[in-house]
């Protein structure tokens, strides 16, 4: 089984909309995939709820009581882990102990981007991730490629030696879908090719 976290303390950077479409594009490659929700809002899980029977099957692990953290079923090929908001201390230990992909959304603005800076440099410190033991990527998410802002983030992140996995704009389409337990990646038509489009560098870290 292989894991990802989707993680930042800063909340209001999408998360869980990376999770939930991380997740489901992995089930829709096939497979058995689990999304485990952290998150004490249980955003992800109440997504799941309203998934329709018809789309690819992902099951649903709440992990929102901390000593549930690491209680996964057998068999799945894929588990995708939504953090919770402010994630520091013991929790954030146990979380980035069962991973191997950690994937750090974040927002071109400046209480973004100073806060995940320290957060990286957290991440850093902790001993799965300096031995290299957990893949440390940064995603930024709703962001365009070419503004200011976007720019002071690419320097920033260049200063800390992370280059952005992608660049994830913002749609309306993510929310419309997530209202009816879906993601850009169950449903195919070509208007949303562009938003897959998007995803394909995370997708293939994760091949």
């Known amino acids: 089984m292989r894991t990802v976290l989707i993680a930042n303390r800063k909340g209001g950077v999408g998360k869980t909309t990376v999770a939930i479409t991380i997740a489901s594009a992995l089930a829709a490659r096939g497979g ?98 300096r031995k290299g033991k957990v893949g440390l990527r940064v995603l930024a998410n709703r962001a365009q490629a070419r503004s200011r802002l976007s720019e002071r983030l690419r320097v920033t992140l260049a200063d800390l030696g992370q280059e952005p996995l992608g660049w994830i704009t913002e749609r309306a389409a993510y929310a419309e879908l997530a209202e009816r337990g879906l993601g850009i990646f169950d449903d195919r038509r070509r208007a949303l090719a562009p938003l897959r489009e998007q995803w394909a560098p995370v997708m293939a870290a994760l091949d």
């Not at 690819?56 to 000593?67: I, Q």
């Not at 520091?88 to 800076?117: H, Q, W």
């Open 32 to 129: 058995a995939v689990a999304l485990a929700d952290a998150d004490p809002q249980k955003s992800a899980l109440r997504w799941l709820k309203a998934r329709p029977a018809g789309a690819a099957s992902l099951r649903g692990l709440d992990w929102t009581d901390a000593g549930e953290i690491g209680d996964a079923p057998k068999g799945l090929d894929w588990l995708v882990i939504d953090a919770p908001g402010a994630l520091k201390g013991n929790r954030a230990a146990k979380l980035v102990a069962e991973t191997e992909e950690l994937i750090v959304p974040v927002m071109p603005s400046f209480f973004d981007i100073d806060s995940t800076r320290r957060f990286l440099k957290e991440l850093e410190e902790m001993k799965r991730v």
